[in-house]
Structures are given as C-alpha cells and as structure tokens.
C-alpha cells in the first residue's frame, strides 16, 4: 500500500534518492513485499535538507502549502513516512504517479 487516509490526514509510504541530477516523482517502486513513491531530490541527505527537499515537492505536486507536508517516520532513512494535513484523493494520487 502506498498510501491511506486517516480523517482529514493522508500518509504517503515513499522511498527517496538524495544528489540526484533533478527533483521528480518517479511513479511506484516495487520494494520487497509493497510498493512505494519514488522520489528522487537534488538536496543531500544531510541536516534534513533531502527531506525539506521531498516536503517542498511533494507540496508543488499536490499544490498545497509546504506546511502542510512533514516527515512522520524515516528521518535518517532512505524510506519514508510523509504525513500531509489533507485527505488525498485517488485524482491527488494519479497527479503525482504523471509522468
């Protein structure tokens, strides 16, 4: 599973690529046993500047404010928990698996 809702918070399992070339959504990567968004960010990981990085595009994708885009679990972890203040929408999930 990629993603739930709970009430009006949505929680989006990822798996990010710090000092990458770009900032991109790769679409599902399959991982052993579930799939995850894939996301790879030109910001190192280091001092949270990858994961400020996947909050701001994450938020640009979706078109919501930053604030509204945090890292639950996985600071220090290639995979990721982003929690974001609003309920998606299968319509909000195709938008950020486009190519």
């Known amino acids: 599973m990629t993603w739930f809702v ?3 918070t949505s929680k989006l399992y990822i798996k990010v690529s710090p000092n990458s070339r ?5 679409g599902l990567v399959t991982m052993e046993a579930s799939k995850r968004l894939g996301l790879r960010v030109q910001a190192p990981p280091d001092r949270g500047r990858a994961n400020k ?3 701001a595009l994450l938020a640009k994708s979706l078109g919501i404010p930053k604030s509204s885009v945090r ?3 996985g600071e ?3 995979l990721k928990t982003v929690g974001i203040d609003f309920p998606l929408t299968e319509t909000d999930l195709t938008t950020l698996l486009a190519p």
């Open 76 to 78: 220090k972890s290639s």
């Open 71 to 73: 890292i639950l679990a």
């Open 22 to 26: 770009h900032n991109k959504i790769d």
């Open 53 to 55: 990085a996947v909050c």
């Open 6 to 8: 709970t009430g009006e």
